[in-house]
């Protein structure tokens, strides 16, 4: 049921209706009663010799509410069935608080991006995301699960990888020409290397783009190096300064930067707020703002968005998705050029302000994580679906052919299968479940599918998947998948990663420059099955 923000004067509701409800609470009465006596006693109590009415400690219940972790929408439905959920609670810090907004606001306390905030930007937090500190829980808990804020994660990148360990710590190996692995050299590294000069500082999101990488740090800084410029031709520039070891970007001092993604001409961050700033692309490709083709200074994404917190951003080839959290439930809004249906909207037209994409509300579907590839989009609901849609060259969208989708579409072939995060490259889609699963489909180019088909009549083994297929080589592995990367670019050979539960990073496809972290023998350029990387991510 949709969190409001407001209050309600609804009268008293019996102790005894609880009961029906889906939150159970009476775990907080400490001696049980007769069925009779519990229709005749409200939640209050009437001091009873042997009952515990739960105004007669509400610290109590306090307590109880924060411990047991519970979800935003259960302390809404807490509040909407019983008035004592609802009312003042008359503790600090302030007393006109209820229980359930307590609750709420002792779990965001927890949150590391939440903690170092000024009691000023809290209060202007709370109203971004609708008055109502259970909404700003639904924020920071939506944030922390699409992004692997705090965790571990790796990301393949055009020609050369990242890897961050839970504590922080950056590895970086492959592709160097323009300095991207941060090491002081151009020099390529084909085993993952720690990047020395970022020692006492606690790395938490890592993106990476052709000739370039970023990192974010705990306390909400930037850090790049690489091609020193967001706005030049991708593939061949000339003239472009590098730097080779991290840089605080300067221009994002002022701005606590939670994550930050590069796409094809343009780079964008998403501030602990909520809001979304982007570098401008040049020429009418300016997205979200209006500015002159050389100015690489963060702007405001404006239009729709700029009073909706965002939870995560997504960037393809000259377009970017951000996932709003709204009052009532999750959206989905695009922005950039349209080419091939991949804005989501039903056309191939560009969209110069952000867009909400209605698609979602037809299929009741709740969006929770989003993906952009360079062609295609995906997104995994609250229920599990998967849905895709843009352009469906060699079977990207798995819909079992290569026709465009301007609108997302549900993934029918994966209708037995929970979804709980979704990965997108260059006409690459890598589906995981809630049971470490990992499906893929599409471009079979670099083995970077993980199927390691069999050669055909031509020797060839790069055999393009229409439809969902389960990745039975990560099976071997034994353990949970938590996190799929894979190459989202259209200027390299894809490769791909597969992060386990315990830490252990498993790496395939394109290796030529050294980016799957390990030697190649043979001549080798790639490789079909998932081999162990030498390095742990714990």
Same mark, same amino acid.
């Given at each position: 049921?949709?969190?409001?923000?407001?209050?309600?004067?609804?009268?008293?509701?019996?102790?005894?209706?609880?009961?029906?409800?889906?939150?159970?609470?009476?775990?907080?009465?400490?001696?049980? *009663?007769?069925?009779?006596?519990?229709?005749? +006693?409200?939640?209050?109590? !009437?001091?009873?010799?042997?009952?515990?009415?739960?105004?007669?400690?509400?610290?109590?219940?306090? +307590?109880?509410?924060?411990? =047991?972790?519970?979800?935003?929408? !259960?302390?809404?439905?807490?509040?909407?069935?019983?008035?004592?959920?609802?009312?003042?609670?008359?503790?600090?810090?302030?007393?006109?608080?209820?229980?359930?907004?307590?609750?709420?606001?002792?779990? =965001?306390?927890?949150? &590391?991006?939440?903690?170092?905030?000024?009691?000023?930007?809290?209060?202007?937090?709370?109203?971004?995301?609708?008055?109502?500190?259970?909404?700003?829980?639904?924020?920071?808990?939506?944030?922390?699960?699409?992004?692997?804020?705090?965790?571990?994660?790796?990301?393949?990148?055009?020609?050369?990888?990242?890897? *961050?360990?839970?504590?922080?710590?950056?590895?970086?190996?492959?592709?160097?020409?323009?300095?991207?692995?941060?090491?002081?050299?151009?020099?390529?590294?084909?085993?993952?290397?720690?990047?020395?000069?970022?020692?006492?500082?606690?790395?938490?999101?890592?993106?990476?783009?052709?000739?370039?990488?970023?990192?974010?740090?705990?306390?909400?800084?930037?850090?790049?190096?690489?091609?020193?410029?967001?706005?030049?031709?991708?593939?061949?520039?000339?003239?472009?300064?590098? *730097?080779?070891?991290?840089?605080?970007?300067?221009?994002?001092?002022?701005?606590?930067?939670?994550?930050?993604?590069?796409?094809?001409?343009?780079?964008?961050?998403?501030?602990?707020?909520?809001?979304?700033?982007?570098?401008?692309?040049?020429?009418?490709?300016?997205?979200?703002?209006?500015?002159?083709?050389?100015?690489?200074?963060? +702007?405001?994404?404006?239009? &729709?968005?700029?009073?909706?917190?965002?939870?995560?951003?997504?960037?393809?080839? =000259?377009?970017?998705?951000?996932?709003?959290?709204?009052?009532?439930?999750?959206?989905?809004?695009?922005?950039? =050029?349209?080419?091939?249906?991949?804005?989501?909207?039903?056309?191939?037209?560009?969209?110069?302000?952000?867009?909400?994409?209605?698609?979602?509300?037809?299929?009741?579907?709740?969006?929770?994580?989003?993906?952009?590839?360079?062609?295609?989009?995906?997104?995994?609901?609250?229920?599990?679906?998967?849905?895709?849609?843009?352009?469906?060259?060699?079977?990207?969208?798995?819909?079992?052919n290569e026709e465009c989708e301007s609108v997302p579409k549900v993934v029918e072939a994966l209708s037995k299968v929970k979804a709980v995060n979704v990965a997108t490259g260059d006409y690459t889609t890598f589906v995981v479940s809630d049971d470490g699963d990992v499906y893929s489909f599409?471009?079979?180019?670099?083995?970077?599918?993980?199927?390691?088909? &069999?050669?055909?009549?031509?020797?060839?083994?790069?055999?393009?998947?229409?439809?969902?297929?389960?990745?039975?080589?990560?099976?071997?592995?034994?353990?949970?998948? *938590?996190?799929?990367?894979?190459?989202?670019?259209?200027?390299?050979? &894809?490769?791909?990663?597969?992060?386990?539960?315990?830490?252990?990073?498993?790496?395939?496809?394109?290796? !030529?420059?050294?980016?799957?972290?390990?030697?190649?023998?043979?001549?080798?350029?790639?490789?079909?099955?998932?081999?162990?990387?030498?390095? !742990?991510?714990?």
């Open positions: 049921m949709p969190m409001d923000a407001t209050t309600s004067g609804t009268p008293t509701i019996q102790y005894h209706n609880i009961n029906d409800q889906p939150v159970t609470v009476t775990a907080i009465v400490a001696v049980p *009663v007769s069925t009779y006596q519990r229709n005749q +006693h409200h939640c209050f109590g !009437d001091l009873i010799p042997g009952e515990f009415p739960l105004a007669t400690n509400p610290s109590i219940v306090l +307590h109880v509410l924060t411990a =047991c972790n519970l979800d935003p929408q !259960d302390l809404a439905k807490l509040e909407a069935t019983c008035s004592f959920f609802r009312q003042p609670a008359n503790f600090p810090p302030d007393n006109e608080l209820s229980i359930s907004e307590l609750a709420a606001l002792d779990m =965001c306390q927890k949150r &590391a991006i939440f903690k170092p905030m000024a009691p000023e930007e809290r209060r202007d937090l709370k109203q971004r995301c609708g008055g109502s500190w259970k909404l700003v829980l639904r924020f920071l808990l939506a944030g922390e699960a699409c992004c692997r804020r705090e965790r571990s994660q790796a990301i393949a990148g055009p020609g050369h990888s990242i890897a *961050v360990t839970s504590n922080g710590v950056v590895y970086s190996f492959g592709s160097n020409s323009s300095g991207q692995l941060g090491h002081g050299t151009t020099e390529e590294e084909w085993r993952p290397r720690q990047i020395r000069s970022l020692r006492g500082i606690r790395i938490i999101q890592a993106a990476a783009g052709p000739g370039r990488t970023m990192l974010i740090s705990d306390a909400g800084q930037v850090y790049a190096f690489g091609k020193d410029s967001f706005g030049e031709v991708e593939y061949g520039a000339q003239g472009t300064k590098i *730097v080779t070891t991290p840089q605080l970007v300067e221009s994002l001092k002022n701005i606590f930067v939670v994550q930050a993604v590069i796409g094809n001409f343009f780079t964008a961050v998403l501030s602990r707020e909520g809001r979304v700033y982007t570098f401008s692309w040049g020429n009418d490709g300016r997205i979200g703002h209006q500015t002159e083709p050389n100015d690489v200074e963060p +702007h405001p994404l404006l239009g &729709a968005l700029e009073n909706i917190p965002v939870v995560q951003i997504a960037a393809g080839y =000259c377009y970017l998705l951000a996932l709003a959290c709204h009052p009532r439930g999750m959206s989905v809004y695009s922005v950039g =050029c349209g080419l091939g249906g991949k804005l989501g909207h039903g056309s191939r037209t560009d969209e110069k302000y952000p867009r909400l994409i209605e698609q979602f509300q037809l299929l009741n579907l709740q969006p929770m994580v989003v993906a952009a590839g360079a062609w295609h989009a995906a997104v995994v609901g609250r229920d599990g679906r998967v849905c895709t849609w843009g352009w469906g060259r060699y079977g990207c969208l798995g819909h079992g599409g471009c079979g180019e670099s083995a970077s599918l993980g199927h390691n088909a &069999a050669a055909d009549e031509q020797g060839n083994r790069h055999v393009n998947v229409l439809s969902p297929e389960l990745v039975t080589s990560l099976k071997e592995v034994k353990e949970r998948v *938590v996190q799929i990367s894979l190459t989202n670019s259209i200027y390299w050979n &894809a490769h791909t990663f597969a992060l386990t539960e315990s830490g252990k990073l498993y790496a395939f496809g394109a290796g !030529d420059k050294g980016q799957l972290g390990m030697e190649l023998v043979n001549n080798q350029s790639e490789r079909g099955n998932p081999e162990r990387v030498d390095v !742990d991510l714990r």
